[in-house]
């Protein structure tokens, strides 16, 4: 899949109301404080995130709340798209494993379904799942950019 089918994907999401984004904008601190906490209280976290990258991940969980609080209310699929594919890059490139973006969203999920009711998270989650569902297509953009421009250092 093309970042560009990716992008039509993320066109079929629906922006969340006005409710539920002013909900997560006014939460977004405290669930990013949560995530961390979860995380780092995780036996494998060290193996999902490599040696001496518990700062780099909590940030990571800072900015990813901080990030949808700004999707959810000017929804934009191309930096949806865009944003993923640059944190899957950035954050594999310091050590991050594949299987530290499904742990990290599953406890997002998680943490919302808890914090938030039905109607709030119904429309917060589709974004949350959307990601997960195409870690494998950034993994997958992410490993054909690396290998063009390991041809063009050649």
Not at 40 to 62: A, C, F, T, W
Request: glycine letters at 4%; proline letters at 5%; one cysteine or more.
């Amino acid at each position: 899949m093309t970042k560009e089918r990716l992008i039509e994907s993320a066109e079929k999401l629906m922006q969340p109301g006005n409710q539920a984004a002013i909900h997560f904008e006014e939460t977004h601190a405290v669930i990013a404080a949560e995530l961390n906490n979860r995380m780092r209280g995780r036996p494998d976290v060290e193996r999902l995130i490599g040696p001496d990258n518990i700062q780099m991940m909590e940030n990571n969980s800072r900015n990813l709340c901080r990030f949808l609080a700004s999707l959810f209310r000017h929804y934009e699929p191309n930096v949806l798209v865009e944003t993923a594919l640059w944190a899957v890059r950035t954050y594999r490139g310091h050590g991050f494993t594949i299987a530290y973006w499904p742990a990290n969203l599953d406890t997002l999920a998680e943490i919302l379904e808890e914090r938030c009711d039905d109607q709030i998270y119904n429309e917060l989650y589709p974004f949350i799942n959307w990601l997960i569902i195409h870690i494998p297509l950034f993994i997958e953009i992410d490993d054909e950019i690396n290998s063009v421009e390991s041809q063009a250092v050649r």
